[in-house]
Each structure stands twice: as C-alpha cells, then as structure tokens.
C-alpha cells in the first residue's frame, strides 16, 4: 500500500466517526446550545474567559498534540504499520475522542470544574484527593521533562561550545511568539476581530515571527534557557488567559495547520510508497503488542492528558455547548491524522531496518522527502528545519499550558472544600494562585535539573491510568446525573487491562534487574510503579461500585 491510499482512508474514516458516532454522542448526552457555559456564568476575566470557537480550538489542539502524536506512532512502528492504523482509528474514534469530549462535557455542566471535582461528587472526597495528587504528580514529570527538553533545543552551543544555528533559531522564533501572541491577544481584543481577519492577522503575526527568528537567531547556553523556562512559565500561568495562553496557542495552531496541509498535499501528490511491512510480529524491542503497543502509541488514539487540558483549561473558555463537539471530539481526531501522517513517515524511510534519529527528526525528514518528491527538493533542508522548529514551539505550548493545569490542581487541592468555612492559614496560602504557581515550577524544575530520567519510563503507563480514571469519572457522573454511560464501560475496561499488564510487567522486569545488584533508576521505577498499581486498583474499586450501585452522595447535575 502506499501512503495516499492509507492517508484517504484514514481521513474517511475519521470523518464517518465525527458525523456517526460524535453527533451520536452530543445527542445522547444531551449538548444544549441554549444553556450559558461557565465562560460567563463564572466569567473571572483570568482562567473563565469566553473565547471563538476558532481560538479556542487552536488553544487546545496546541495544548493537547504537542510531540507526543509524532512520538507515539513512529515508536509503535517496530511492529508494523498496520497494528499503529488501527489502533490510532479505534482509540480516537471510540477511546480517545470520547474521553475528551466526556471530560470536558463533564467539566463544563459542572461550572467549569476540573475533572478531579467530578470525581468528588460521584465519588468522593478519599478518590478525589488520589486523583489530584496522582495527576498533580503527572504534570510535575511533564514539565520537568518538557523544561529540560525545551531547554536543550534552545541551547545555541553543543557540548565543545560550537554555535547551532538550528537551535538558536529555534529560541529566536519562539520568543517572538511570544510577544506576537501578546501583540494579537490585544488586538483580538482591543478591535473585536472576527473569524476570518482574526485568522488572516494571526497569519501575518505568525509570518513576522518566523522571518525575524530566522534573521536574528539567539545563541545562549541551556542553563540560561532553563532559567528563562522556569520565569516564563511562572508569568503564564497566572496571566489572563486572554493576554498569552488563547492567542499563543491560536499562533501556534497555524503553523501545525500549515505542517499537516503540506504533508496531507505532499502524500497525496508523491504517493510514498510504505515500505514497512505491514506487520512484524507480537513481540519488538519494546516488549509484547499487548499492552506496549496502546501504551506507546497515547496521545494519537487516548491520552490522560488530554483530560486535564479538556476539563482544566479549555471547559473554562467555552463560549457554547455546541462548539465542544469540534473543540474536544474532533481536535481528538485530528491529532489522530497527524500520528497517521508519522506513521507514513517512519513506514515509508524503511529500508530494511527502522531509520535512525529521534521520533521528532525522522518525522521532519518524512516530510521533507516526500515534498522534494513532488518538486520541492530545493527546500528540503528549509522544510527540515521548520518542521524542528514547530515541534519546539509546541513543546513550550504544552509546557505553559501543563503549568497552569498545575496550578489549577493544587488550588483545587488546598482550597476550601463547598461548604467548608474553617481552613487553615497553610492551605489558604497554598491556593494562592502565585504561591500554588511558584511550587509547582519549583518542583518540575527542580526535578529536571536532579534527573526525571529516573521515572520517565513510566510515563506512558501513567498517562493511560490517568485515561482509565478520566473515562471512570465521566462514567459514573454520567450515569448519576441519569444520562448514557455504556459507551464507556468497555473503553475503560480495556485500558485497565493496558496499564496494569504494563505496570506488573515493569515492576518484574526492574525487580531482576535489582536482584543482579542496586540500580537507582531500577529501584525508583519499582516503587512508582508499585504505586501506580495499587492507586489504580484502589481507584477503579471505588469507581466500579459507584458506577454499580449509584453515587453514594447522590449529586444533582449543576444544569
């Protein structure tokens, strides 16, 4: 097969989902476009701001694709490329894009509340403070990471202190996004742009951008960057969402549009053949198809990250209940598009063995060939280095936006819970919205620099479980409030499966490895996943009974 073939058929079935089973789904739950949303209901000028729809989804598609779409799918290749296609079309169509659209469904009928508030009134308060924790936890790893990997894609000097073009570049144009997405977020707001002149100045902003970081390309060392980082994010997350988040993130999402319009023309024009086999057995260097295969490939078919932006950020900033359809369940198959467009990539690199390079280079050397193969071939080493660039700039999309989720958590842990009148001066503090920021850049940043390595490999397990609690949450508020829940019940089943066969697998393979002498990274991954591991049991007991017998505080639906 080649890769325009895969491509149509791809696009045809995520169109058939969105129209069948997506509408199936506003209509059983009952979307109603009648209804204010918490946008102005709790309107607070800060995280609760009413944005257009076309924002909006530029915010969270930016927020939720990121590298891991890229990442997932071209991993997942090592067992062939049609085990990673039907896992994205299943998982987005009927997991992912669900467990989106759910949680922020949820969210926004519960004034705007996080997922962990669902939880509390269907579950309780014990599974409500093992969730926050447990994702608070999550997000710290997140920013840690993507701080350290921002960090060192901004380096402008490698190891002997040699100048990188490519990467000061990459610092340059991230900046000026910056301050483009201030200069749009007032102009957007000052002149009341409409759909379109929003789009064409976005564009020219964008466009701005790009051109002047190419010109003026910003060499300076990686502990600089991590400083920069840490000081950025702490600004972010406390800003009107209007000022930075919308607008950068709505910046961003063109140059992602603009990345998948040239490779969906590219593959379409240059038919790339795939060279991948189709299929190469059950077992790869990542272990057995089951469960590493719906661990790998995340945020192209589910991710639990996702709930967190979806009933974090984005339910604040729903103007109608009917944009949540496109907003939620199809950015979800959207991003699905893009792991297909990676899968192409690595498939059709394949030459006898997997191609070298980080997830992120084969997928921008995917591109480039194919569009040289349509006459663009003088552009090769242009496209490239755009396609780095974009990924650069979506890490620290996801970075500030991972931030402000966390911040958002540990309020919601430490504030008063409804009803509560006598809180201490420790948790009053804590819910401070400075106080909940600066700890948790503090923490995230201060794991990067001791080493996230340690634990990284378990965060495609992690991820997951935070899936499986989502979809568990929605499920049982679904069903308490009297609406169709059954959608649900198989999708979490399955991913319980997943992530426990995921973590019991990990915690044997790091005990063998202890029992042949002490391994620091060994040890911390054995712990964590032990903890995981019973979390989730603990969780989805308490889940499964509410969804069984009802919630035991009978909650009213807030509308």
């Known amino acids: 097969m080649d890769g325009s073939t895969l491509l149509i058929l791809s696009i045809a079935i995520f169109c058939s989902g969105y129209m069948l089973y997506g509408r199936w789904l506003a209509k059983k739950w009952g979307v109603d476009p009648s209804l204010k949303t918490p946008a102005h209901t709790e309107r ?68 705007g509340r996080s997922i962990t508030d669902v939880i509390s009134n269907s579950m309780g308060d014990r599974a409500r403070t093992l969730f926050t924790v447990f994702a ?26 040699n100048p990188i073009k490519v990467t000061a570049t990459s610092a340059s144009i991230s900046i000026m996004f910056i301050i483009g997405a201030v200069v749009l977020g007032f102009l957007m707001n000052r002149f009341k742009l409409g759909s379109v002149s929003g789009a064409v100045v976005a564009v020219l902003v964008l466009l701005v951008c790009i051109v002047l970081g190419i010109m003026f390309p910003i060499y300076l060392s990686e502990s600089f960057w991590i400083v920069f980082i840490a000081l950025y994010i702490i600004v972010a997350s ?157 890490a620290l999309t996801s970075l500030d936006t991972s931030t402000r989720l ?28 400075i106080v909940a920021t600066m700890i948790t850049v503090g923490a995230g940043i201060g794991l990067a620099l001791v080493g996230y390595q340690n634990i990284w490999g378990l965060f495609g397990a992690a991820n997951q479980l935070l899936a499986v609690l989502a979809i568990m949450a929605v499920c049982a508020w ?27 697998t990990t915690m044997w393979n790091k005990i063998n490895i202890l029992l042949d002498g002490f391994d620091g990274a060994a040890l911390a991954q054995t712990l964590l996943a032990a903890f995981l591991f019973i979390l989730a049991i603990i969780l989805m007991k308490e889940g499964i009974s509410t969804i069984r017998n009802g919630s035991k505080h009978n909650p009213d639906e807030t509308r």
């Open 44 to 111: 607070d000028g800060v995280d609760y701001v009413p944005a257009k729809p076309s924002v909006l989804m530029g915010h969270h598609f930016s927020s939720i694709a990121g590298a891991g779409p890229i990442t997932g799918p071209i991993q997942a290749a090592v067992f062939g490329w049609v085990p990673v296609a039907v896992w994205v079309f299943i998982g987005s169509i009927f997991i992912g894009a669900v467990h989106d659209f759910g949680s922020m469904f949820a969210s926004v009928r519960n004034k």
């Open 136 to 161: 608070y936890l999550t997000l710290i790893l997140v920013i840690a990471a993507f701080a350290s990997i921002v960090a060192d894609t901004f380096s402008g000097f490698d190891a002997e202190g």
């Open 238 to 394: 406390v800003l009107p969402v209007w000022i930075l988040l919308q607008p950068r993130d709505y910046l961003c999402s063109f140059l992602l549009y603009g990345i998948l319009g040239a490779a969906l023309i590219g593959i379409l024009l240059a038919r790339p053949e795939l060279t991948l086999p189709g299929f190469t057995g059950f077992e790869s260097s990542l272990g057995y198809l089951f469960p590493a295969l719906f661990i790998t490939v995340a945020c192209g078919a589910v991710s639990g990250f996702h709930s967190l932006v979806s009933s974090g950020t984005t339910s604040k900033q729903v103007d109608n209940e009917k944009h949540m359809l496109p907003v939620a369940y199809g950015a979800m198959l959207l991003e699905g598009i893009l792991a297909i467009i990676a899968l192409i990539c690595v498939a059709s690199l394949y030459d006898g063995g997997m191609p070298d390079g980080t997830p992120t280079q084969i997928f921008a050397e995917g591109i480039s060939t194919i569009l040289s193969g349509i006459g663009l071939s003088e552009y090769e080493t242009l496209t490239y280095s755009l396609i780095i660039l974009a990924v650069s700039a979506f």
């Open 406 to 433: 966390g911040r958002l958590l540990l309020q919601n842990l430490s504030g008063p819970r409804e009803g509560e009148s006598n809180v201490s001066t420790i948790r009053k503090n804590l819910s401070k919205p």
């Open 478 to 504: 679904l069903g308490n409030v009297g609406k169709n829940n059954k959608m649900l019940i198989v999708p979490m089943l399955f991913l319980f499966a997943c992530t426990l066969t995921s973590l019991a």
